[in-house]
């Protein structure tokens, strides 16, 4: 069966500080897409980045970065130099090539505080 | 840029009531998707739908249906709405199966 876990429920940091969002997946498939998803108080889910299970290759943009480790079977997610804007919850979610499902991680809810 | 919208932001509805919550894609994608998201909970799948007339069940299909008669719309019908279906709804399209999945701004359904 497959799962995602997201072991952090509620993190709090100061502006400015670095942060890293935790991701953890279990699946015995070999083939299958990573994502993170934003979910401000507004309430839209905004989708933030997709990975597929064969590029490691770790990724940038802007403050945003992620870590993807198929040895750790994690994909996390760090926003350097963090702003009050990125309160928020971020979900990670995986899916499966053969599958139309997306298996959703509980979220992590980021304060961050001024 | 994907446009995915919902038909309401809230929506007040009586108990026993018909209720249809509408949703539409402008990207031309095949998938369709409905959750519900309930704190404590997350995201819950309902239904989705991989083609037009095709529906599929999710986690959570009881007392909801579904009506895909048009590639970009897809409809979600709680068929006697009740307290219990209380939760805020949120739509989603993607291209295909692995792509990423876009969502409308949500629903919050109270049912009084």
């Known amino acids: 069966a497959q799962k995602v876990t997201q072991a952090q429920t509620e993190i709090s940091v100061v502006e400015k500080e670095d942060v890293t969002l935790d991701c953890v997946y279990e699946t015995r498939d070999t083939t299958y897409y990573l994502f993170w998803y934003k979910q401000p108080p507004s309430g839209e889910l905004v989708f933030l980045i997709r990975r597929n299970s064969f590029d490691e290759q770790n990724e940038i943009s802007g403050r945003y970065s992620w870590n993807f480790q198929k040895s750790t079977s994690s994909f996390n997610f760090t926003i350097t130099a963090s702003q009050v804007v990125d309160s928020a919850v971020y979900f990670c979610a995986l899916i499966l090539d053969s599958n139309y499902q997306l298996i959703w991680g509980a979220g992590t809810k980021l304060i961050i505080k001024p | 840029d994907v446009k995915v919208t919902q038909s309401s932001r809230y929506l007040v509805k009586r108990t026993g009531e018909k209720v249809f919550l509408e949703c539409v894609q402008d990207m031309d994608h095949e998938n369709m998707f409905w959750y519900r998201q309930d704190p404590g909970l997350g995201l819950r799948l309902i239904y989705f739908s991989y083609d037009v007339k095709m529906k599929e069940k999710g986690d959570i299909p009881e007392g909801y249906s579904v009506s895909r008669e048009k590639k970009e719309r897809f409809s979600l019908i709680l068929e006697s709405a009740s307290t219990n279906q209380t939760s805020m709804y949120l739509c989603?399209?993607?291209?295909?199966?692995?792509?990423?999945?876009?969502f409308g701004q949500g629903t919050r359904l109270t049912v009084v």
């Open positions: 989603a399209s993607s291209l295909i199966t692995g792509a990423e999945a876009f």
